[in-house]
């Protein structure tokens, strides 16, 4: 047994997820995805770590564990009722190597900086530059970044910091829930960040677009959602599901601007193009659906359907990434950019299907 799995096996994720006497949280992830992350970290005993999004706790036990009594994890998270409910699960528990702090995760926690790792269990608009000042040179950090400006579009991605810059080290398929400048309602259905339309139905509907110019109004959003909720033209593609994060990922280093993300009453997800006139969408479950069969957006996905095949449906984890430096004033840092996906890249990393 390693010492990642003796440290997995000893913090019980059910009482951090379902406590006897604080109920079940909604606010946790996939206990394995958790400990994915961390062997990335490649955390050490003694090592300090930044976590933001405190969550259930149950990864700030997992990170304390890992550290050891010589290390120490500061959490942060935005929320105050879930720092409470985790302070007290950690004191019960008998876990002393955790400080948690409620503040905006996006700034970091300066005050008990440097860290040597860093990790973020939420999907922030782009790596911030806060996090990665406040990381020691040869640090790492494991975050969860958008590739699009669309939500749920994004990789999990594994950086060491060097003379101060993030470079890339890895990127995986996966996602957590977008960061939030304020505490949100446990029953939020819609994300907070880049939803262009959303109508007000009980089981809500929206569309995100890419490139949201020449409709400040919202207009066009809304049009290209009726038009998806009522379709003029359906058919069945292939089989969706096991690839889902690949097209994702492919339709994302396409960088089209009719490049579009649709929730259909809350119960199934759509990727596709939509323009001021027309919009199709392929759906989770392998069906299409346009506004018509002669759909100028229909072309257009069936063209990037027919590329995606030619590739091979490449995993996520194949594309060559970049960290692009942004320097405006609502969040200073970098955006994580997928190129475009070339056979060449894909056989040099040694990953054919």
Same mark, same amino acid.
């Given at each position: 047994?390693?010492?990642?799995?003796?440290?997995?096996?000893?913090?019980?994720?059910?009482?951090?997820?379902?406590?006897?006497?604080?109920?079940?949280?909604?606010?946790?992830?996939?206990?394995?995805?958790?400990?994915?992350?961390?062997?990335?970290?490649?955390?050490?005993?003694?090592?300090?770590?930044?976590?933001?999004?405190?969550?259930?706790?149950?990864?700030?036990?997992?990170?304390?564990?890992?550290?050891?009594?010589?290390?120490?994890?500061?959490?942060?998270?935005?929320?105050?009722?879930?720092?409470?409910?985790?302070?007290?699960?950690?004191?019960?528990?008998?876990?002393?190597?955790?400080?948690?702090?409620?503040?905006?995760?996006?700034?970091?926690?300066?005050?008990?900086?440097?860290?040597d790792r860093a990790?973020?269990?939420?999907?922030?608009?782009?790596?911030?530059?806060t996090w990665v000042?406040?990381?020691?040179?040869?640090?790492?950090?494991?975050?969860?970044?958008?590739?699009?400006?669309?939500?749920?579009?994004?990789?999990?991605?594994?950086?060491?910091?060097?003379?101060?810059?993030?470079?890339?080290?890895?990127?995986?398929?996966?996602?957590?829930?977008?960061?939030?400048?304020?505490?949100v309602d446990d029953?939020?259905?819609?994300?907070?960040?880049?939803?262009?339309?959303?109508?007000?139905?009980?089981?809500?509907?929206?569309?995100? %677009?890419?490139?949201?110019? =020449?409709?400040?109004?919202?207009?066009?959003? #809304? *049009?290209? &959602?009726? !038009?998806?909720?009522?379709? /003029?033209?359906?058919?069945?593609?292939?089989?969706?599901?096991?690839?889902?994060?690949?097209?994702?990922?492919?339709?994302?280093?396409?960088?089209?601007?009719?490049?579009?993300?649709?929730?259909?009453?809350?119960?199934?997800?759509?990727?596709?193009?939509?323009?001021?006139?027309?919009?199709?969408?392929?759906?989770?479950?392998?069906?299409? %659906?346009?506004?018509?069969? =002669?759909?100028?957006?229909?072309?257009?996905? #069936? *063209?990037? &359907?027919? !590329?995606?095949?030619?590739? /091979?449906?490449?995993?996520?984890?194949?594309?060559?990434?970049?960290?692009?430096?942004?320097?405006?004033?609502?969040?200073?840092?970098?955006?994580?950019?997928?190129?475009?996906?070339?056979?060449?890249?894909?056989?040099?990393?040694?990953?054919?299907?």
């Amino acid at each position: 047994m390693t010492d990642l799995e003796g440290a997995f096996g000893a913090v019980p994720a059910g009482v951090y997820s379902h406590h006897e006497r604080f109920g079940e949280t909604v606010h946790r992830s996939v206990p394995e995805w958790i400990q994915r992350e961390i062997a990335s970290l490649r955390v050490q005993a003694g090592h300090r770590v930044l976590e933001v999004g405190t969550g259930s706790g149950y990864s700030g036990a997992l990170l304390a564990q890992v550290c050891g009594p010589h290390g120490r994890v500061t959490s942060v998270d935005i929320s105050a009722s879930l720092i409470d409910r985790a302070r007290a699960i950690h004191a019960e528990r008998g876990v002393t190597g955790i400080d948690l702090h409620v503040a905006d995760g996006l700034a970091g926690l300066p005050t008990a900086a440097p860290f040597d790792r860093a990790v973020g269990w939420c999907a922030p608009p782009r790596l911030p530059r806060t996090w990665v000042e406040q990381v020691v040179d040869g640090g790492r950090i494991v975050a969860c970044l958008p590739i699009a400006r669309l939500p749920s579009t994004t990789l999990i991605t594994t950086i060491t910091v060097d003379a101060g810059r993030p470079r890339v080290e890895a990127v995986i398929g996966g996602g957590y829930a977008q960061s939030t400048p304020a505490a949100v309602d446990d029953a939020l259905t819609v994300p907070g960040r880049w939803v262009d339309f959303c109508d007000d139905n009980q089981d809500p509907s929206w569309i995100a %677009i890419g490139g949201r110019t =020449g409709d400040p109004d919202g207009s066009g959003a #809304r *049009s290209a &959602l009726d !038009q998806l909720l009522h379709p /003029g033209h359906s058919e069945t593609y292939r089989a969706m599901e096991a690839d889902w994060r690949s097209w994702t990922v492919f339709t994302a280093a396409l960088a089209d601007p009719g490049l579009s993300l649709v929730s259909l009453r809350n119960e199934i997800r759509g990727v596709g193009h939509s323009s001021a006139t027309a919009a199709a969408v392929i759906l989770t479950d392998g069906k299409v %659906i346009a506004d018509s069969p =002669g759909s100028a957006s229909l072309a257009v996905l #069936r *063209s990037w &359907l027919a !590329q995606w095949e030619q590739a /091979g449906r490449p995993a996520p984890d194949v594309f060559s990434t970049r960290l692009v430096p942004y320097e405006g004033a609502d969040l200073p840092g970098w955006d994580l950019h997928v190129l475009p996906f070339t056979a060449a890249v894909h056989e040099a990393k040694g990953t054919n299907r």
